[in-house]
């Protein structure tokens, strides 16, 4: 953010980050910040009283358009799914400017990515190297279901065995986010050297691995999606690459469609 620039907050809080931003961009600039929550924007609109470069507007973010749109700058402060960043954010910024949100998935959260918009409504983007964690925005908040109504241990359900650590895939943040761009909606649970559970809560498929033997580990599966499978594939995939990090990712945004690749080869999307 720089002098002059007009800026969109997603996210007002305290209003703290907005006070900051209309110091930087100063008297030619303009910040335009959104709160969804009706307390907590009329709290920070009589905080942010003495700021006439800050505009606080009660919206959700994900689905308005702007009086001061477009903006030069948009930062949210609310995560949102990969594959889910708002095109209206894309539509409301200038060609050439910049959008930073951080996006998250379900195995993990983070990372924050840098979007630049371009001249055809189309941005691209890359990782800021940092981790970051923030709640959702509430349009992409989905409820958790409890790991108490699955039987992890169930011999009903399909057994095969395993070589591979588990926790060696999930442990590592790195591998973890290649597992989640191959399995949406799925959730995890681990305890290392004990077992590792996966849960996926729109098919109701589950796996569980746990020891079973010096070297290897029995695996149950059930529902309509074998996750353990694909996490074995997508690993398998992530390590072919040569085990890539987040920064050598691209995601790209189109009103159509949105995408996220390795480098010029399309990653396990």
Not at 27 to 56: K, M, W, Y
Not at 92 to 112: E, F, H, N, Y
Not at 205 to 232: H, K, N, T, Y
């Amino acid at each position: 953010v720089k002098h002059g620039h007009s800026v969109l907050e997603i996210g007002t809080g305290t209003g703290f980050s907005a006070a900051l931003l209309a110091e930087i961009v100063g008297p030619s600039g303009s910040v335009t910040t959104v709160e969804i929550d009706e307390q907590v924007a009329e709290t920070a609109r009589h905080r942010l009283a003495g700021f006439d470069r800050i505009r606080t507007v009660l919206s959700d973010a994900t689905t308005g358009i702007f009086e001061s749109a477009p903006f030069d700058r948009l930062i949210s402060t609310a995560s949102v799914h990969l594959g889910r960043v708002p095109y209206q954010w894309v539509r409301q910024t200038k060609p050439g400017g910049v959008i930073v949100a951080p996006v998250r998935a379900d195995l993990t959260s983070g990372p924050l990515v840098r979007f630049i918009v371009h001249g055809d409504g189309t941005a691209t983007g890359r990782m800021v190297p940092m981790g970051v964690q923030f709640m959702e925005v509430r349009s992409q908040r989905t409820a958790g279901t409890p790991d108490d109504d699955v039987d992890w241990h169930d011999d009903t359900a399909d057994q095969t065995t395993t070589t591979i650590k588990p926790w060696l895939m999930f442990s590592d943040i790195v591998s973890r986010w290649a597992l989640a761009v191959a399995l949406p909606s799925c959730r995890y649970h681990m305890k290392e050297n004990e077992f590792v559970w996966l849960r996926d809560p729109v098919s109701c498929s589950w796996a569980s691995v746990v020891p079973d033997g010096d070297s290897q580990f029995l695996v149950r599966q059930e529902g309509i999606r074998r996750l353990w499978d694909e996490a074995v594939s997508a690993y398998r995939w992530w390590i072919g690459q040569g085990k890539p990090v987040g920064l050598e990712w691209v995601w790209t945004i189109t009103p159509e469609h949105q995408t996220i690749q390795l480098g010029t080869t399309t990653g396990p999307c």
